[in-house]
């Protein structure tokens, strides 16, 4: 991995100083970087864009909660071989051809160095992690069938993505840089909003901008809207031609901004949304 | 330098470890970032630091550490950067330095704050005014042991906000908790076991089978894997509950989403010999409390909801029940429940901080052998740690 490279952002995606320097320290130091935050800040999004902004070829292994430690090395296809040696196969004598390779194996063989995407690490079984200390430490493991030693060739950079439905074991995330994705603030969201829609029309974008804060600062809502429902929204108002003046008049004249079903996924959210805007009319 | 840092860490009770730490001096060595206090606040940050509610704790601490070093605030935008040059360094004696006058750090920034108001130009090698070179407490390049370094090098500006700013004391785990974090709690108590009709296929086993068989298949089967934890939630309503209405069915409503085999009963204010399930009907439909406690296998998980507020009498009289004429005390009724199902807890929607100042909950803590927790992220954690044990 040339030390050199570093990660700076890229023009589709908007990177805070602070996660460039975490993703940066991970790259130099070879060590895992675990990231969390608020869902749709664009965590999985980052592992895309990091292999992008370095050239380096992406690799991908999504968790489920049945995903096994042991499926990211390799699997010994048992079932093929059983079936094959039924039918009298010749490949059946080479235990070989029925090892199926995992993502981390791929990973490690690669010829140059990947980006290794673990996401959603914590939909996994409690004990998921712990399996896979050794694996993401020394990068290395054993395969028992064959009884050959797999190691890195080049040290992939592991991004792991967590939305912290589970505690991670501590001697996992010592392991590991941690980052923890904040919710952007008006000036980020704006530069985020910019990179997607360069031709929005800046009255409108500054009034979205506040419609869709006063929204998230609402208390008591059941899902505050994310940046991804953000620009879900703007994409709405784009395509429907909504002028600046329509949102403008939100806090004045009519109940919800146009086109709420986009910022809001909940129907109580909805509600309690509109009880909130009529009460607040009727102070005026 | 660096170690004293790593035990201010650790004296502000974060979790940080050795391997971590020189992790962090790996990274200075490497030169992952260059000499500025702000990028090295977010690298040891990325670095010590694993769980955002911790963030909070960190900023305090770094901020107590390099307290010294830069502090700053909102007013210099105020000062002239032309003032703060280096132009003059003035060498003193260790008497001149002792006899320097000595503020606290509010009278400093106090102070400051007057001589902002006062000061309108340049000044150099005083002792009173902010500028460079002197043995004012302000300003830099000066030689006042407490002094406030302000411009030059080694501070920052947005750095010391970052920390200053405390963003992630919302994070800290003594908040209280949504749906989600509750669900996230409840989740240790998971077990997974198989029980029931055997109805899947079990791979390893048809293949070990099949081995033995001498490559004849020999299918086996198993029972899927499920969730067998049993719970038992007896939650007060009505009287002093009302306050907290929304977090009971916050942690009501991620219970039931939970746990498949939970059930569930309402008491007031103590358990007698009824309770019920719903409380419209609650005078109509009445389960008698005996039959509850003969129902479910001793393994089940108790766990008790209320505030634990009410007069002493409701829980050690006979006939003290606000409701009607009880025949036994609620107290005999509780020790029941504990002795027939060993694992029980009682959570508590009032702070923790006010459970010594109510005599009824000191009473009630007793009788659950001191397992009440608070209904925070982190109560709730302990309490559940406490039902797997």
């Given at each position: 991995?040339?030390?050199?490279a570093?990660f700076?952002g890229?023009d589709s995606?908007?990177a805070?100083?602070?996660l460039?320097?975490?993703v940066?320290?991970?790259?130099t130091?070879q060590?895992?970087?675990?990231?969390?935050?608020?869902p749709?800040?664009?965590?999985t999004?980052?592992?895309?864009?990091?292999?992008r902004?370095?050239?380096?070829?992406?690799?991908q292994?999504h968790?489920?909660?049945?995903t096994?430690?042991?499926?990211g090395l390799y699997?010994y296809?048992?079932?093929?071989?059983?079936?094959?040696?039924?039918l009298?196969d010749?490949?059946v004598?080479?235990?070989?051809?029925y090892?199926?390779?995992?993502v981390?194996?791929q990973?490690?063989?690669?010829?140059?160095?990947?980006?290794?995407?673990i996401?959603?690490?914590d939909?996994a079984?409690?004990?998921?992690?712990n399996?896979l200390?050794?694996?993401?430490?020394r990068m290395?493991?054993y395969?028992y069938?064959?009884?050959e030693?797999?190691k890195?060739?080049h040290?992939?950079?592991?991004?792991?993505?967590s939305n912290?439905?589970?505690e991670?074991?501590?001697a996992f995330?010592?392991?590991c840089?941690?980052?923890?994705?904040?919710?952007?603030?008006?000036?980020?969201m704006?530069q985020?909003?910019?990179?997607?829609?360069p031709k929005l029309?800046?009255d409108?974008?500054?009034q979205?901008?506040?419609v869709?804060?006063?929204v998230r600062d609402?208390s008591g809502?059941?899902?505050?809207p994310?940046t991804?429902?953000?620009l879900?929204?703007l994409?709405?108002?784009?395509?429907e031609?909504?002028p600046?003046e329509?949102l403008?008049?939100a806090?004045q004249?009519s109940i919800?901004?146009?086109?709420?079903?986009?910022?809001?996924k909940n129907?109580?959210?909805?509600h309690?949304?509109?009880?909130?805007?009529?009460?607040?009319?009727?102070?005026? | 330098?660096?170690?004293?840092?790593?035990?201010?860490?650790?004296?502000?009770k974060?979790?940080?470890?050795?391997?971590?730490?020189?992790?962090?001096l790996?990274a200075?060595?490497?030169?992952?970032?260059?000499?500025?206090?702000?990028?090295?606040?977010?690298?040891?940050r990325?670095?010590?630091?694993k769980?955002?509610a911790h963030?909070?704790k960190?900023?305090q601490?770094?901020?107590?550490?390099f307290?010294?070093?830069a502090t700053?605030f909102?007013k210099i935008?105020?000062?002239?950067?032309?003032?703060?040059?280096?132009?003059?360094?003035r060498e003193?004696t260790?008497?001149q330095q002792?006899a320097?006058?000595?503020?606290?750090y509010?009278?400093?920034m106090d102070?400051?704050k007057?001589?902002l108001?006062?000061?309108?130009?340049?000044?150099?090698g005083g002792n009173?005014?902010?500028?460079?070179?002197g043995?004012?407490p302000?300003g830099?390049g000066g030689q006042?042991?407490?002094?406030?370094?302000?411009?030059?090098?080694?501070?920052n500006r947005?750095?010391?906000?970052v920390?200053?700013?405390?963003?992630?004391?919302?994070?800290?785990s003594?908040?209280?908790?949504?749906t989600?974090?509750?669900?996230?709690?409840?989740?240790?108590?998971?077990r997974?076991a198989?029980e029931?009709a055997?109805d899947?296929?079990?791979l390893?086993?048809?293949?070990?089978?099949?081995?033995n068989?001498?490559?004849?298949l020999?299918?086996r089967m198993?029972a899927?894997?499920?969730n067998?934890?049993?719970?038992?939630?007896?939650?007060d309503?009505?009287?002093t509950?009302?306050?907290?209405?929304?977090?009971?069915?916050?942690?009501?409503?991620?219970a039931k989403?939970?746990?498949k085999?939970m059930?569930?009963?309402?008491f007031?204010?103590?358990?007698?010999?009824?309770l019920?399930?719903?409380?419209?009907?609650?005078?109509?439909?009445r389960?008698?409390?005996?039959?509850?406690?003969r129902?479910y296998?001793?393994?089940?998980?108790?766990?008790?909801?209320g505030d634990?507020?009410?007069s002493?009498?409701?829980?050690?009289?006979?006939?003290?029940s606000?409701e009607y004429?009880?025949?036994e005390?609620?107290?005999v009724?509780l020790q029941?429940f504990t002795?027939?199902?060993p694992k029980?807890i009682?959570?508590?929607?009032?702070?923790?901080?006010?459970?010594?100042?109510?005599?009824?909950?000191?009473i009630?803590r007793?009788?659950?052998?001191n397992?009440?927790?608070p209904?925070?992220?982190?109560g709730?954690?302990?309490?559940?740690?406490?039902?797997?044990?």
């Amino acid at each position: 991995m040339s030390s050199s490279a570093k990660f700076e952002g890229s023009d589709s995606y908007v990177a805070t100083h602070d996660l460039k320097l975490a993703v940066n320290a991970a790259l130099t130091l070879q060590r895992p970087l675990l990231i969390k935050g608020e869902p749709g800040t664009g965590k999985t999004m980052l592992a895309e864009e990091v292999a992008r902004g370095l050239g380096m070829p992406l690799l991908q292994w999504h968790i489920k909660s049945t995903t096994k430690a042991q499926q990211g090395l390799y699997e010994y296809d048992a079932v093929s071989r059983l079936r094959d040696s039924q039918l009298g196969d010749e490949r059946v004598k080479n235990i070989d051809n029925y090892i199926v390779r995992g993502v981390l194996w791929q990973a490690f063989t690669a010829d140059e160095p990947v980006v290794l995407l673990i996401d959603e690490i914590d939909k996994a079984d409690i004990e998921f992690p712990n399996d896979l200390l050794r694996e993401l430490d020394r990068m290395e493991f054993y395969v028992y069938e064959t009884r050959e030693m797999v190691k890195a060739v080049h040290r992939p950079l592991v991004i792991i993505t967590s939305n912290n439905e589970k505690e991670l074991p501590d001697a996992f995330l010592r392991r590991c840089f941690f980052h923890y994705i904040k919710f952007p603030d008006k000036e980020t969201m704006q530069q985020i909003v910019d990179v997607h829609f360069p031709k929005l029309k800046q009255d409108l974008l500054a009034q979205a901008l506040n419609v869709f804060f006063e929204v998230r600062d609402v208390s008591g809502l059941k899902k505050k809207p994310s940046t991804s429902e953000l620009l879900d929204w703007l994409k709405l108002l784009l395509a429907e031609d909504i002028p600046a003046e329509a949102l403008r008049s939100a806090d004045q004249k009519s109940i919800v901004p146009p086109l709420h079903g986009a910022l809001l996924k909940n129907e109580q959210d909805v509600h309690l949304f509109e009880r909130l805007m009529f009460m607040s009319r009727n102070n005026r | 330098m660096l170690i004293d840092f790593f035990f201010t860490l650790k004296e502000a009770k974060l979790p940080v470890s050795i391997k971590e730490f020189l992790v962090l001096l790996e990274a200075m060595q490497k030169n992952v970032i260059s000499n500025s206090l702000d990028e090295f606040y977010f690298l040891s940050r990325t670095t010590l630091v694993k769980d955002e509610a911790h963030y909070d704790k960190f900023d305090q601490a770094f901020g107590l550490y390099f307290h010294g070093i830069a502090t700053l605030f909102e007013k210099i935008d105020e000062i002239p950067l032309d003032w703060l040059m280096k132009r003059m360094q003035r060498e003193l004696t260790p008497e001149q330095q002792a006899a320097l006058e000595k503020f606290g750090y509010d009278k400093l920034m106090d102070r400051l704050k007057e001589l902002l108001k006062e000061q309108k130009e340049r000044h150099e090698g005083g002792n009173k005014w902010i500028g460079t070179g002197g043995t004012s407490p302000f300003g830099n390049g000066g030689q006042n042991p407490e002094g406030i370094r302000i411009g030059g090098e080694g501070g920052n500006r947005t750095a010391v906000k970052v920390w200053e700013q405390r963003a992630f004391r919302d994070y800290d785990s003594e908040r209280e908790l949504g749906t989600r974090n509750i669900k996230v709690a409840l989740r240790r108590l998971r077990r997974f076991a198989r029980e029931g009709a055997q109805d899947e296929l079990a791979l390893d086993d048809t293949i070990r089978a099949t081995a033995n068989n001498a490559g004849w298949l020999d299918l086996r089967m198993q029972a899927e894997r499920k969730n067998k934890v049993k719970i038992l939630m007896l939650m007060d309503v009505g009287g002093t509950m009302d306050d907290h209405i929304a977090r009971a069915e916050e942690l009501f409503s991620a219970a039931k989403s939970e746990f498949k085999n939970m059930e569930f009963f309402y008491f007031h204010n103590c358990v007698y010999e009824t309770l019920w399930k719903n409380n419209r009907r609650r005078h109509a439909e009445r389960f008698s409390t005996w039959d509850v406690i003969r129902k479910y296998p001793p393994d089940t998980k108790l766990i008790f909801v209320g505030d634990a507020t009410m007069s002493p009498y409701e829980v050690l009289q006979p006939g003290g029940s606000v409701e009607y004429n009880n025949e036994e005390a609620g107290a005999v009724w509780l020790q029941r429940f504990t002795s027939t199902f060993p694992k029980f807890i009682w959570l508590n929607p009032e702070p923790e901080g006010l459970w010594q100042y109510r005599q009824s909950i000191a009473i009630i803590r007793q009788l659950m052998s001191n397992r009440m927790f608070p209904v925070t992220i982190e109560g709730l954690e302990r309490g559940m740690t406490m039902l797997s044990k």
